[in-house]
């Protein structure tokens, strides 16, 4: 029988292999990025026509290669960055397995031309489908140029299956931003279809990341900096707060490699736990740096994916760090984060003796024997001294119509000879006199004597429910206070005041921003800012809904630089954007220039609210939802602060506008509007 098995030829195993290394036009542009950050390159430009199907072109100024080494680059497994198998566990460079290049010239047509620095001339070196075409020299600059033209043009089943070239260019772009993000002091520039789109300049980690993601990241980073003996951690991560609908600004990378790890993404994500809603995610940037020989990064072609020899610690102490760098901020409050006598997490060691903690034990624990008092335990109380000269009464429960005591009780003996007095300030304090028999008290309870009309002046109408001392009927007092809910009805949110056809009475300012007033006879705080947010709410709400919205224009346009995604979004929500009230003019380069704004909007929160509505427009498609949320971030961007400046008259005009509102309980955030003071609360605090 004749053999079966043959050794492949070396054309079809780099095709196979590209279907690893190379799978869609980002992965082209990766490879290509790191090569030349590995080359020692200063600045990088990536050049991308019809998604990279037709073009990818990168140009660096890197170290250059000579005519040998741009011939034998295009071969499998030949590269400059190991030499032997121990280099493998300690790698210092982005490549390392000789596959990029081969893989690439094997599905596309390669061009080559570069130049060392101390050449007079360069080298064009040419590779079409994996099988070399030429070589020459040529003049070029010094470093590499790359021209990748017609990708997967020999394998119709590949090419057909490439992503619409809007898809691929948000792959190149993503791509792009990664190697960009862990190279601050590299300058790069990317290109769509020749139109710029990013151009960085060498900066800092987080003039950087301001620069890929958007300036509005800027005031959201919190610095995150954790040094063990197994791993240290650093880079930013953005306030609860900032957290989004999306996980787009989530980046891992160790030793200057990007990579996706979802068990260590939960160590972040914990430490947001009850910071930030379930839907939304926190952005992070951090940076690992670990001894290479602790982790392997040889897992998978695209080396996205690295193996961890301390996961579990490493976990830990990305938890602690960011968790560390939230209570700084106060975003975890009661948390101590002195560094004093911290513990240190050390690395097991070969040959290292350790020595096993003593076990304490207590002989004498017997819980069941007569007696016995466990260590620690508190003394149990002795009689409460009585103060001299008083004579304390048990307080009686409900007390029947009239205002009387019920039996056991005797309201006004709370002190002997002493009268209570009749007069009660439900916003101030107990009104006392001084008179020669020293001062008259109130009574603990809420119960007026007998010749008292009213129990408080100008607490007629107050609910019963509000105080323990309230007057019940007595067939009511046998009856339960509890009202049976069924499990089956719908949940509806709570409101503070029931009665919608209660006037805000007696308003008066007691803090820069709140009023106090009384409510239906219910004494309650009010937040006159957020009160403000609802009814500009619902008047954009109305507005939007009956698309009359209102433009104020500037007096002079007010320009303001997108990132290329909200450029990009800014384009396609145009006509929304002019609906709401904006006059908005795009000059290109990421610019635009804003003429005109929604009336009464203040020009301070002008480029915040642009930004925020980018996000609405992103992230909800629902249109009546997506009407809210605009009319909200509106409202929140068009209220001002109500300071100590605001008068008496102006806070009243504003709660008679509160009164007519359709939910004048809470804002459109869902905080509270209103907040009621009971007569407990009233005698907790007089006490």
Known sequence: ????????????????????????????????????????????????????????????????????????????????KIASVEDIYALHTFGFRGEALASIAAVAQVELRTRQEGDEVGTQTSVNGGKFQSQEPVMCPAGSQFYVRNLFYNVPARRRFLEKSTASSKQIKAEFQRVALCN?????????????????????????????????????????????????????????????????????FVNGRYFSDQYLRKAVLKAYEKLIPDTCFPSYFLFLTIDPERIDVNVHPQKIEVKFDDKEAVWEIIHAAVRNTLGKTGAVPMMDFTAEGRIEIPVARQGAVYDEPAAMVNEHYNPFAEGYVAEGADEQCGDVEEFPGEDFTEFPGPTPRGGRPAAGGDVGASRRGAAPHPAFDPVGEYLLSDREGGYDEVPSSAVAPDDAAVPFAGMADVPSSLGGGAVVAEDDAQRSVLEYVSSEDAAVQQRLIETPAAEFRGVTPVAPGYVVAMLGGVLVVVDLKRAQERLLYEYYLLMLTNGSAVSEQLLFPERLVLSHDEYELLGQYAAEFAAVGFDIERVGDGAIDVKGTPADMPSDTIDELIYQLLQTFAHVSAADLRRQRIAAELARSGARPMGSCTSQEEAERLLERLQEAGDRCFSPAGKPILAEITLDELRAKLR
């Open 1 to 80: 029988m004749a053999d079966r098995i043959k050794l492949l030829p070396d054309v079809v195993a780099n095709q196979i292999a590209a279907g690893e290394v190379v799978n869609r036009p980002s992965s082209v542009v990766k490879e290509m990025m790191e090569n030349a950050i590995d080359a020692g390159a200063h600045t990088v430009t990536v050049n991308a026509r019809d998604g990279g199907r037709e073009l990818i072109q990168i140009v660096d100024d890197g170290c250059g290669m000579s005519p040998m080494d741009a011939r034998m680059a295009f071969d499998r497994h030949a590269t400059s």
């Open 184 to 252: 601050p002091a590299v300058a790069f520039e990317l290109y769509d279809n020749d139109v710029p789109v990013y151009r960085l300049q060498p900066t800092s980690l987080a003039g950087r990341i301001v620069d890929v993601v958007g300036r509005h990241i800027k005031p959201n980073l919190l610095e995150v900096a954790a040094d063990t003996s197994i791993v240290r951690v650093d880079g930013f991560v953005g306030r609860p707060a900032a957290a989004k609908k999306s996980n787009a600004e989530q980046y891992f």
